[in-house]
C-alpha cells in the first residue's frame, strides 16, 4: 500500500522543515471589503490550534527561543505585510507555554 506524504512546514522561528502537526499555526483572517473593494476591517491575527481557520497562514515551533527568534527578525510582520500588536506575541508566549506543559504531561 502507498504510505501518505506527511505535509511539511517551514517554521518562521528556526527556519527548519518541519511536519504541519508539530508546529503552531499563526493566521491573519481576510480583510473586510465594502461594495467597492475598500477595506473596512483589517483581519485580525491569531493563534489556530485546529489549523483549519481561513486566512493566511505562518508556523512556528512550540517553543520560546523559535518564537523570540521569530519575534526579533519580524518574521510575522513580513509575512503577514501588517504591524503585530504586542498583545498577540504575549497570547502566542501564553499558548506556547500552555502546549509545552501539555505535551511534557
Do not use: H, W
Amino acid at each position: 500500500m502507498k504510505q501518505k506524504k506527511i505535509p511539511l512546514r517551514k517554521c518562521v522561528g528556526c527556519n527548519e522543515m518541519k511536519e504541519k502537526k508539530a508546529l503552531v499555526r499563526v493566521v491573519k483572517a481576510p480583510d473586510t471589503t465594502n461594495e467597492q473593494g475598500e477595506v473596512i476591517q483589517r483581519g485580525s491575527i491569531s493563534v489556530d490550534l485546529t489549523g483549519k481557520k481561513a486566512g493566511r497562514g505562518a508556523y512556528v515551533c512550540p517553543s520560546a527561543a523559535c518564537l523570540t527568534a521569530a519575534r526579533k527578525a519580524r518574521r510575522f510582520e513580513k509575512t503577514f505585510s501588517c504591524k503585530i500588536p504586542d498583545e498577540v506575541y504575549e497570547r502566542l508566549e501564553q499558548e506556547i507555554e500552555q502546549l509545552t506543559t501539555v505535551l511534557e504531561s
